[in-house]
């Protein structure tokens, strides 16, 4: 009769808990540095982009369409989508 307890379980259950732990930090390391699982971003079409409203900054508060600032000149234009 021995009186030590039996430390296969516990050990079993840690080795467990590490392999998890190493686990879910690879796969968060994974996921937080490539773009396997995200949805691939649409190109905005001339269409749309003209159809856009755009606010003025500043005193005067004013809304204009966007294809308006293309109808007397060129312009360069960066869409970008803001979350929220």
Same mark, same amino acid.
């Given at each position: 009769?021995?009186?030590?307890?039996?430390?296969?379980?516990?050990?079993?259950?840690?080795?467990?808990?590490? *392999? =998890? @732990?190493?686990?879910?930090?690879?796969?968060?390391?994974? /996921?937080?540095?490539?773009?396997?699982?995200l949805s691939k971003p649409e190109k905005a079409t001339l269409e749309f982009?003209?159809?856009?409203?755009?606010?003025? *900054? =500043? @005193?005067?508060?004013?809304?204009?369409?966007?294809?308006? /600032?293309?109808k007397k000149n060129g312009a360069v234009i960066m869409a970008v989508r803001?979350?929220?």
């Amino acid at each position: 009769m021995s009186f030590l307890p039996d430390f296969g379980i516990f050990t079993m259950g840690m080795w467990s808990v590490g *392999l =998890g @732990a190493i686990g879910a930090a690879v796969t968060g390391i994974v /996921l937080a540095n490539t773009d396997l699982f995200l949805s691939k971003p649409e190109k905005a079409t001339l269409e749309f982009l003209e159809e856009i409203e755009l606010k003025t *900054l =500043g @005193a005067e508060q004013g809304t204009f369409k966007a294809g308006e /600032l293309w109808k007397k000149n060129g312009a360069v234009i960066m869409a970008v989508r803001r979350p929220g």
